[in-house]
């Protein structure tokens, strides 16, 4: 997902209906807004590469996943790489599906204050219209 190369058989397969994820743009909750914003990641940058990956901890009780990550992103109109080291801690069910996503951009915590809080829900709601992630329907 964050190299660019999301699908909707990926998202329908990894994530729940219900989910949360959060980054210091982002606060989506729901599958579509979610879809969304990885939908809107491959088509602001032209390329995002993983340069390193580490698992920090892994649990079964609660199902969880917390590792480092360094990824590079490229702007697609500009030019500009930009190189992000995050903390991301993920949250699963039982059938190990995203219930919680949080991407922490070197490992601090997630802006909250003055209005942050507000512009990352905003955020999370202008982005499925004007990057509307093409999905299945399940019928």
Not at 1 to 9: D, E, L, N, S
Not at 16 to 22: F, N, P
Not at 39 to 54: G, M, P, V
Request: net charge positive; with cysteine.
């Amino acid at each position: 997902m964050y190299c660019g190369r999301v699908t909707a058989q990926l998202m329908e397969r990894r994530w729940r209906k219900d989910a949360v994820l959060e980054s210091p743009f982002t606060k989506c909750d729901g599958f579509t807004t979610i879809a969304s914003h990885w939908h809107a990641l491959s088509k602001l940058c032209s390329s995002s590469e993983c340069l390193n990956t580490r698992i920090l901890s892994a649990t079964l009780s609660p199902n969880r996943l917390i590792y480092s990550q360094t990824q590079r992103y490229t702007l697609r109109f500009f030019g500009i790489k930009k190189t992000i080291t995050s903390i991301v801690v993920v949250d699963l069910d039982e059938d190990f599906r995203i219930i919680q996503l949080v991407d922490q951009w070197n490992g601090q915590e997630l802006p909250t204050r003055w209005g942050a809080l507000w512009l990352r829900k905003l955020s999370a709601r202008v982005t499925p219209w004007i990057f509307p992630a093409p999905m299945h329907k399940n019928e």
